[in-house]
DNA sequence: CCTCGATCTAGACACTGTCAAGTTAATTGA
DNA sequence: TCAATTAACTTGACAGTGTCTAGATCGAGG
């Protein structure tokens, strides 16, 4: 859509302008500052033109949840092709790393993606995209697998450790430590969590 | 209150009316249940009379996210009493299994108090309430620690562990497991965590 | 008894999600 | 090519929300 394209009654793009729109005001304002009428504004349509995209708020919610989810795991795999992948433990951390990234830059998005907000998580856009997230999350896990309960155990425990943490650190301070710090106080914690595995 | 009293303008103590009729409204609709006229139609005064004892709607839910501290506090001390004291690392599971319950038992309170909902937490009411229960998680780990920094981190692992678990699995499931398949699930994956206890 | 302050009510406003009806534009089909 | 059909969007309306202002009522202290 550049400047020389005449306005059209059709906006041509406007469900992912919506969910643009939305990762916006969320960074903004926040998890309260998503409401459908001020994404139809910053997308540049009528308040009741999401309508046609979106059958309610808590479809363009669980929308923008799947983007989250797809930035999540860039996060989570960007990090992990730093590091040597011959070194199991290593790229657990990576992913973590990655996974604290993404919350300390995108707060609201993991807020409403975590938090409680009612969202539909079984259909497509957002089933799929956390199923992505999901199977990252076991990948990392597989070195240290001897059966599949092993595996689901490991894969419990990481992200367990990493999602409380995360947590905690967004909903315990209002100034979030810069993701250096967090990465930090996280890995300093982690030392003992190397034990347990069967060796680095 | 009994149905003898004449009903008085005065409501009497309509301060703790609204947190409890804002407890209800949260276990009965989930967190979006909760406005302020709602709550204070269920204590039956006028939409406006909660602005004398809550500023705004992010007070009323810090009260009420505070009274969630004192029950969420409570359910880990319970079961902390239920086991000899004498063995650390029953009384961290102990302490796990009542974070559990609490979270199963009230999933909105919970996400309420963690999920990124905007708080007042420095002040008294949440900020004494949310204290309480991080010293709770704290004298826990206490065997466990070496010094300032190693109590930090194992109260840190621990926590983060079991707010993990929960927060995800409130997150993953629309139907919640029992408390019991939670905690069994819980148990299951914390065997290899056991390790890093310098002795149980 | 009377005043005064705390507590609550009534009404209003802007904003929200959602619905219904109408308008415009793109596409399809003959 | 051009009319008809359909998808995309606009306008208007409604109930519900947080919050503000003004006024009414009650309880306690002088």
């Known amino acids: 859509m550049t400047a020389s394209e005449k306005p059209s009654h059709h906006h041509g793009n406007l469900r992912s302008a919506l969910i643009n729109a939305g990762v916006q005001l969320l960074s903004e304002g926040g998890l309260e500052a998503l409401t459908l009428r001020k994404a139809a504004s910053v997308a540049g349509v009528s308040h009741a033109a999401p309508a046609h995209h979106f059958a309610s708020l808590t479809n363009l919610r669980s929308a923008i949840a799947a983007a989250g989810f797809d930035i999540f795991d860039a ?17 657990i951390r990576a992913a973590c790393r990655g996974y604290i990234i993404f ?6 998005l993991f807020s409403l993606m975590f938090g409680g907000t009612e969202l539909i998580r079984e259909e497509p856009p957002l089933g799929a995209s956390s199923s992505l997230a999901y199977e990252t999350l076991t990948q990392i896990c597989l070195p240290y697998s001897r059966d599949a309960k092993s595996l689901e155990n490991m894969r419990m425990l990481v992200w367990s450790l990493v999602h409380g943490f995360t947590s905690l650190m967004l909903a315990q301070q209002k100034n979030f430590p810069s993701a250096d710090d ?12 190397s034990k347990l595995q069967n060796g680095e």
């Open 75 to 91: 996060s989570m795999k960007r990090e992990i092709k730093k590091v040597s992948s011959s070194n199991p433990s290593a790229v």
């Open 103 to 108: 919350a300390i830059d995108n707060p609201a």
């Open 182 to 193: 967090a990465i930090r106080q996280f890995e300093e914690m982690l030392p003992d969590f």
